[in-house]
């Protein structure tokens, strides 16, 4: 049986995600934030073993323990095509506003089309969905949607950022808008949601 579990960290209240299989205890862990410490702590507590890191874009808030998971565990890290440069750039990760340049070292596994990959104990699809950065995803496993910064309860991500485009995360809305609509949405910031919700309340999905 699949599960859940999370962990919020840093100023910027990230949504870390764990999914994980309740009876191999194998995981996959997405944006794991700005406190790998925090991170790594519910890993223990909950006894995974990590098989994957997924970014589901390039920002530091979302990438910044990126490094610190992947040594721990000896894990993959995979992220969009179109985000890659966002890891080894301060400037587009925009992490220069910290005073304190954020650079990741490069990912293992780039993701460059919209595919379904298979785990140990799970499928997950890889929607593309940029707008929000260009090489924005989603991942979607079973009725799960992990959304990053795409959709948020009731919002969306903001374009003003390296790589939005208001455009092109309307146009991303549009293929969440036809997934099932008990699907669960697991944004990046903020709430749990689910897409029958934001059918009705989220004026970007009208």
Same mark, same amino acid.
């Given at each position: ?48 073993? &990590?098989?994957?890191?997924? =970014?589901?874009?390039?920002? @530091? %808030? ?5 490094? !610190?998971?992947?040594? #721990? *565990? ?26 304190? &340049?954020?650079?990741?070292? =490069?990912?293992?596994?780039? @993701? %460059? ?5 298979? !785990?140990?104990?799970? #499928? *997950? ?36 950022? @390296? ?44």
């Amino acid at each position: 049986m699949i599960k859940i579990d999370f962990v919020v960290s840093g100023e910027f209240q990230v949504n870390c995600y764990l999914i994980y299989d309740d009876t191999s205890k194998k995981a996959i862990i997405v944006d794991p934030g700005l406190d790998g410490k925090k991170v790594i702590d519910k890993i223990e507590k909950l006894n995974l073993s &990590p098989e994957l890191l997924i =970014n589901t874009h390039g920002h @530091f %808030d979302h990438t910044f323990s990126d490094d !610190i998971i992947r040594q #721990k *565990y000896n894990i993959p890290l995979a992220i969009h095509k179109k985000d890659t440069e966002m890891l080894s750039d301060a400037n587009k990760n925009f992490s220069t506003i910290l005073g304190k &340049p954020i650079i990741i070292n =490069n990912a293992d596994i780039i @993701f %460059d089309k919209e595919e379904t990959k298979e !785990i140990s104990f799970c #499928k *997950y699809s890889v929607i593309y969905t940029p707008g929000h950065s260009k090489g924005s995803i989603c991942i979607l496993i079973d009725d799960m949607l992990f959304a990053g910064d795409t959709i948020f309860k009731y919002s969306i991500g903001r374009t003003d950022l @390296f790589g939005g485009d208001y455009n092109e995360i309307l146009l991303s809305l549009q293929k969440i808008k036809k997934l099932p609509q008990h699907t669960k949405i697991f944004p990046g910031h903020g709430p749990f949601t689910t897409l029958s919700d934001e059918l009705n309340f989220n004026p970007y999905l009208k």
